[in-house]
């Protein structure tokens, strides 16, 4: 089965190396010089000023909002993993919902000035697929407002905008690590701030806010990445031109030949991307499941990223239904992209959604819609169909 990303294993006998050197040291986690050494080499990588590595990108936002002593409610984005979601929840902050921009898939500033609360303390938004958000914008409604800005990061390692990391953007940007993610420690995540203070801070929370043997600086937790996860790190981070040069490589055969069929994410202008994904929006969701049975016929196992609308989970109602996240999250699917993905199968994908795409009906959605309407009201699952936008990549 050939799945939407496969987890890149660096060189094995170099991996190897650094595993004999854990064996030599009996030094296993708790900061050891592996962890050390990942840490610098991703804060030159990344140019960022401080980078604190975690045990997973979850932990790493329930950190955030921790570090930043968030209560209240937070603006979120209906249309993300659902860890950006619940890691809110968890932690007891109300997260409200704002929707995205149509052609970006980001959280729209507009919306989130639209829907800031008396409660409200923050906004946390994610770089959808590696697109960055419109960061700007982001930064002037929150400075307006009061409101700390926290970043998902988890898709956009290596992302840039205005030629410095987009990771400088905000008061804290996490990342995630795990074996799907373009860069990854198998299990891992990172705080990124450039405050000194939040970043010590930051430390401690991550290490049940132990400062020495004998000092205890208030309540903390384990988010210690450990040295065997930073090795495998340390393996990838070297072979990361040759990734991102790969995954620019199928990205662009992908553009080529569905730019014109499908809708794609516009990409926020002055920034670069890192194609951790790949989405297409389909015409409808009747078109996506026809899709996906048939690239599954062949083999071929693409996602639902993402799917549904974070806005319809049990757990957050009630919210206000958002839709054009909704809407999008019905035609959304992630193709295949990985380095080493067989050009065969690239083409195949490629073939089969072309075949499927040109079959089923040309009647305009708009015209079915009202007598699906009329006999579905209470259906949550459809709402309009969102309007067709340009094509922009
Ligand atoms: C993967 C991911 C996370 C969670 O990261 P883990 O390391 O799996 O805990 C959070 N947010 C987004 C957007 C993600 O894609």
């Known amino acids: 089965m050939i799945n939407v990303t496969k987890s890149y294993l660096g060189n094995k006998t170099k991996f190897l190396g650094y595993v004999d050197s854990i064996y030599a040291s009996g030094w296993l986690t708790n900061h050891g010089p592996l962890v050390t050494e990942l840490e610098e080499r991703l804060r030159d990588y990344l140019g960022v000023r401080n980078i604190i590595l975690t045990n997973n990108g979850t932990l790493a936002l329930q950190i955030a909002y921790r570090a930043l002593n968030l209560t209240g409610s937070a603006i979120t984005t209906p249309f993300s993993f659902v860890a950006t979601t619940s890691s809110l929840q968890w932690e007891g902050i109300r997260p409200i919902f704002a929707d995205i921009d149509k052609a970006t898939w980001n959280l729209d500033p507009q919306a989130i000035e639209a829907s800031i609360e008396a409660d409200t303390q923050a906004i946390v938004a994610t770089h959808v697929f590696g697109n960055a958000c419109d960061v700007e914008s982001i930064a002037q409604v929150a400075q307006q407002h009061r409101l700390k800005v926290i970043y998902d990061g988890a898709h956009a390692f290596s992302v840039r905008y205005k030629d410095h990391s987009v990771f400088n953007w905000g008061d804290i940007s996490t990342l995630s690590f795990h074996a799907t993610k373009l860069f990854h420690t198998i299990e891992g995540g990172a705080i990124v701030t450039n405050d000194d203070a939040l970043a010590v801070r930051i430390r ?3 290490n049940f806010g132990i400062v020495d043997t004998d000092i205890i600086d208030g309540i903390g937790i384990n988010a210690k990445l450990n040295e065997f996860a930073a090795a495998m790190g340390l393996c990838i981070l070297d072979d990361m031109a040759l990734i991102l040069e790969q995954r620019e490589e199928i990205a662009s055969r992908y553009v080529r030949r569905l730019a014109d069929h499908f809708d794609l994410q516009s990409q926020q202008p002055h920034s ?3 194609h951790s994904y790949f989405p297409i929006a389909l ?9 996906r049975v048939a690239l599954k016929d062949k083999g071929i196992n693409p996602r639902r990223y993402f799917y549904p609308s974070l806005d319809t989970l049990s757990y957050v109602q009630p919210q206000t239904p958002q839709t054009e996240s909704r809407a999008l999250s019905r035609r959304v699917l992630c193709l295949p992209i990985y380095p080493g993905l067989p050009r065969h199968v690239q083409n195949t994908v490629i073939e089969t959604l072309l075949n499927e795409s040109s079959q089923g009906s040309h009647l305009p959605t708009e015209h079915i819609w009202p007598q699906v309407a009329a006999s579905l009201l209470l259906d949550d699952h ?4 969102a309007p067709a936008y340009k094509r922009i990549y």
């Open 204 to 206: 401690l929370l991550c």
């Open 272 to 274: 670069q991307r890192n």
């Open 283 to 291: 015409r409808d969701e009747d078109q996506l499941l026809r899709c």
């Open 382 to 385: 459809l709402s309009p169909p």
